[in-house]
């Protein structure tokens, strides 16, 4: 047991040193999972890590092209773009409490900066080593993240719910983040709601947590007060984190939307797109994306 | 749904208001140059102007009042300047004003009069600046037709008023004069009558009534007294025919004829007694028979010689003497004072008759003097009247004529110009400095005003501590805006331009105030 408790303690201090926040699992989280675990063996953990190292990699963006795609860097240390992703990222592990965790992304209001949120909390979870994530893009009338998809683009989760016979492995693509995976919304339009509720797309979510340990499965979906999408995949997910956009939302629309994820997946708010002084604007240009 | 921003910190909403500030600079900026360009353009087409003004002082009264106490209601101080409004922009004094301030120099149609007219009152107020003062302003680009016409004004409203007040004497004294003759007519009417009156009614003087009164009384009385007059004497008369009737007239004295029927009788008496007992041979009987035949013949012979004695003195027609026969002195006296008594009824009667009769032409000459003395009454009281009302009137008509001289002399003047209009040397009104200052002001200024007025309405979330505290979400993280490259690159081009749009607007402006300014030099 000691041996086991002391690989814990090695795991969570190396995870805070890399969040910047020391890891409390008595920490209350407004939503929980159903049960802790337990029981992670040292063993366990190896061999996630030495999966994760055996990860296939897609070539590295450069730091010039995550900044194109807005996507928070590890030099961003000064930028609260980044801190706030990383301090998402750290509720929803003490959330989570060691188990792989599916987490939806939805929004108030379309054009909410739902995306952003969804890939940058994905780009968080993918700058802790010991952890992956998986980006899957689930609002299939609006897909998002096609400057991001590899070279090939390749099938995506329209196809994956309209053909019979593609296996789940398919339709994951790497995007040249380490750790990062992404299941693009897919080329193929018109697809029926319906199929959010099949057994198949219950088969996909449970593919994907058992694929990797410590995997973080992140949906970007569609808005949840115009789409009911949203709805029936805020059922599925483990998590739900509901983006508020600065000074577009009214209160009301955000109670309706909070209700319809309702209390028990509802983990919390991320109050997206604040504005700052354009003192911080010339900063941030001078300190940081100037030098790239 | 309104969000209420009072569960914000004040620090919180001011760096908020710096942020919407930036976030619309585009807007602030064209809100700036807007108002810039439109106040340089109001600047350059308002152009100042000058204001002329004159003061004219009022009286109080107006010159029908004195005369016609009580009749006409003073004019109010507020309807003062109203009045004067209403002269000043009578057509009269409005075409004068256009001929002499120099407005039809292009000999204009009459449309175009009445545009120029219409414009000239626009520009021209009429205010109450005192209890009797009125003060006229005029406002024009063009100081010297500023200064004429208000001068214009001045005069003209001062001839009119005093043609108009002239007028006014002249109708109160023309209305007085008139009312005064139909009063004279009237009196004279009135005397007229009551002088009739007087003629046909000698009676109807005053105090004739109660005269007639005392004499109608005094009749009554004296009828009254007559009346119980003549009963009296009429019971009178009538116990005397009473008494009368028991006497006889003539009283019968006793005569030898007389004695000896007595005796007769007596002695047929006894005899008739004797027989009773006795027979006709007794003794006594035939003596006393004897007796009584003796009598008879002693009777007859007495009887044959008065009518012998009788039948001669009628024959002789001397009067015979029945020396049986003697007259009754009581009787005498009862009819004397019978016939006294019935000669007083006829006086007493007639008397009567007459009082009445005198009773009855009074009580007509009553009634004649009733009906006088009404008519009398209505006639001096209507010829009191119109006296008095003539009276007065004649007063009246005195003090309008004096009126009517004083203003005909222009002696009565009750308006004034108290304060000349004057050339206006500086112009008044906002400067196209003002303009200018204005414009940069609240170009700065109201952009910003209208982003806070809308932080204010508008119902949509800007603070995480909202969704906390009102909504009580958890708040996970408040990310802030990330800036691409490109984006930077964009701001920074757009930050660019709007300073150029703004140095581009500050130019312009000091450009037109230089031009300005040097134009005026």
Redesign the interface.
Known sequence: MSKIEDALKKARSKASSLNGTPLDPEFPA?ATMESPVSGTSLDLYIESQRSIARMKEFKPLSA?EL????I?TPGMEV???SN??R??RT?IVQAARGRNCSVLVTAVTPKA?CS??AL?LAVAFSLDETKTALLMDSDLANPAFHNLHGPEDGPGLAEYLETDDLAAEKIIHPVGIHRLRLIPAGKTQNVRREHFTTVKMRHLLAEIAERYPDRYLIMDAPPILSCPEARILADACDLA??V?P???????Q??NA?QAIGPKK?????????????S??WR??NGQ?RA? | MAVAPMAVAPELLIKNLFVETYRHKGLVVAGFVLFNVVAVILGLTLAKSYVSSTTIFVEEKNIIQPLMLGAAVATDVTERSRIAKEILFGSRIMNQILEDAGWTQGSPSDVEKERLVEEIKKRTSVLNVGPKLIKVEYRDVNPQRAYLTTQKYAELFLSESVRNQSKESYEAYAFIDNQVNEYHAKLIETEQKLKELRSTNVDARPGTEAEIAGRINALQGTIERTTLEIKEAQIKQASLEKQLSGEAEVSISMTREGQNMGRIAELQTHLDILRLSYHETYPDIVRLRHQIEDLKESVTYEQQQREVAGREARESNQIHVDESLRVNPLYAQLKRELFETKTNIETLTTRLNETRHLLQSELNRARRVHAGEATLVEYTRDYEVNRDIYQDLLRRRENARVSKNLNRDQQGLTFKIHEPAALPLRPSGLGFMHFVLGGLILGTLLPVVAIIAFQQIDPRVRFPALVSERLKLPVLATVPHLISPVEIKQSSTKMKRYVVVVLLTLGFVSTVSALKYLEII
């Open positions: 407004p010039g900044a194109e795609q807005r928070v930028d609260g773009v706030a992703f301090e998402v509720k900066g952003f949120v940058n984190i509901l508020v600065y000074g577009k939302a009214t209160e009301a955000i109670r909070s509802l983990f919390g708010v991320v109050f997206n797109d604040e504005p700052s002084l354009p911080g604007l941030k240009s994306h790239v």
